[in-house]
């Protein structure tokens, strides 16, 4: 796979993973913080991944932003099987979605 098509693939995992998260809101019909938090910080963490905004700090660290992405996606995998609703498709559908976005920002670093 080309870089390109990995960086678009992040893109969209990683849009389509948001959308999911925000989505959970209105299908509950209320607000609820940690789907709206968690759905914004995958939309962060692409900005800053794809370097569509620049920060000084993270100049040269692009091996660490990587992990710390794995690392968030990792996180709320595991905070689902934790917590979260197993008898619903669309968390097991953002779980898949979220393991391949931790396996193209793993391949990403290796092109």
Known sequence: MTKSNLRLSIIVLTVATALIHFYLNVRAAQIMPGFIVNGLGYLALLTLYMKWMKL?????????????????????????VAIGDKSDVLGYTDKAIEILLVAALYFDSKN
């Not at 091996?63 to 690392?71: A, D, E, F, H, Q």
């Open 56 to 80: 000084p700090f993270l100049e040269g660290r692009d091996s660490t932003l990587r992990w710390v992405y794995i690392g968030y996606t990792a996180v709320t995998i595991l905070a689902w």
